[in-house]
């Protein structure tokens, strides 16, 4: 991908870029990702926007937008896309998810050496449809490890990357964000309740789960 895209932003993507800045920003504002670490991606049709590698996300500009198609070619812009494309398109191919957000949020990262599974210790493990799953090591950028997570994910809408970070995702960026923030505070959550001398957390059963799970289907506003 060494060419500049071949056609101009549409109204659609430059609204959609724009949420996707403000959602990077917002990562490093909220303490998840560090520097340029991590990054986020959000899909309009068949165009994949996505933010570039390197570039720290104060720097970003409307002029700036980024995108490629499902196939990983570039078709927006001229910055070099974030070395994690492959496992943000994996997601996008084998999913209905409309954003993608990666951090290396700290409690999440710490949990992803210690767990294979993060256990249900609060009841918003529903949200990311149960128990989350560590996707095994593979270098970043790679194949492997986009492949590790889709299998992690299965069934799921986000999962921890062992000593790496995390991924969600949603159908909107709001919701990619929101589902990444819960999942930094249950790992917290973990590591505190975990930490108590002769104690382990008490946890909740499938059972329970699937109660909030239906629950959550008719949480909030309607209409």
Do not use: F
Not at 38 to 59: A, C, E, I, W
Not at 129 to 144: K, T
Not at 147 to 159: E, F, I, K, M, T
């Amino acid at each position: 991908m060494t060419e500049p895209g071949e056609r101009r932003v549409r109204d659609e993507e430059a609204r959609a870029w724009a949420a996707l800045v403000a959602t990077a920003r917002r990562t490093v504002s909220d303490g998840l990702v560090v520097g340029t670490s991590g990054n986020v991606s959000v899909r309009v049709g068949d165009t994949v926007l996505v933010t570039p590698s390197g570039v720290p996300y104060d720097r970003l500009t409307p002029d700036d937008v980024t995108g490629v198609g499902l196939d990983g070619r570039r078709v927006l812009g001229s910055l070099v896309p974030t070395s994690e494309l492959p496992m943000h398109l994996a997601v996008y191919r084998a999913t209905d998810a409309r954003a993608v957000v990666h951090t290396h949020a700290v409690h999440a990262t710490a949990v992803s050496t210690l767990l294979h599974e993060l256990p249900p210790i609060h009841y918003m493990a529903a949200a990311l449809g149960g128990p989350v799953r560590v996707a095994p090591y593979a270098p970043y950028g790679s194949e492997e490890l986009a492949r590790n997570v889709l299998r992690a994910l299965d069934g799921r809408s986000g999962c921890l990357l062992q000593n790496h970070g995390t991924l969600t995702h949603g159908a909107t960026l709001d919701q990619a964000y929101d589902r990444t923030a819960q999942l930094e505070w249950m790992c917290r959550l973990w590591l505190t309740a975990s930490s108590v001398p002769g104690r382990s957390p008490s946890l909740l059963s499938e059972r329970q789960l699937a109660e909030v799970g239906e629950r959550l289907r008719g949480y909030g506003q309607k209409g």
